[in-house]
């Protein structure tokens, strides 16, 4: 069950054009004084890659299921596009309880009433 804590973690699959513009916005506040989110990890398929935001390297891994498993992430945010892996993960991700957010219509036509 996801926890009860302000601000809320969260768990960001994807670094690029999606998932990399959410970074920004976080990072500017959406343009609200106090926003009651902070990203707890970005997930990206190399950490080496450059990117169009930025983030300590601390908050970045090549392991997307780790963000999935984390008690510390209340809410996965999932930015991969694609059928999988992003189903999988988004699947994962509510079995364990935690709030997600997508706006994948593949994932959602394919799964999305089961």
Excluded at 5 to 28: A, D, F
Excluded at 56 to 68: G, H, R, W
Excluded at 79 to 86: D, T, Y
């Amino acid at each position: 069950m996801p926890s009860q804590r302000v601000p809320y973690s969260l768990g960001i699959l994807g670094g690029g054009t999606v998932g990399g513009g959410l970074v920004r916005l976080i990072q500017n506040q959406l343009g609200h004084p106090v926003l009651p989110v902070r990203i707890g990890k970005i997930g990206v398929r190399e950490l080496s890659k450059s990117r169009r935001f930025k983030a300590p390297l601390s908050l970045m891994t090549e392991d997307l299921k780790s963000i999935v498993d984390d008690p510390a992430i209340d809410i996965v945010v999932e930015a991969l596009g694609g059928l999988e892996p992003a189903r999988t993960y988004l699947e994962q991700a509510l079995k364990s309880g935690k709030h997600v957010v997508t706006a994948n219509k593949y994932v959602v036509a394919e799964s999305g009433d089961h």
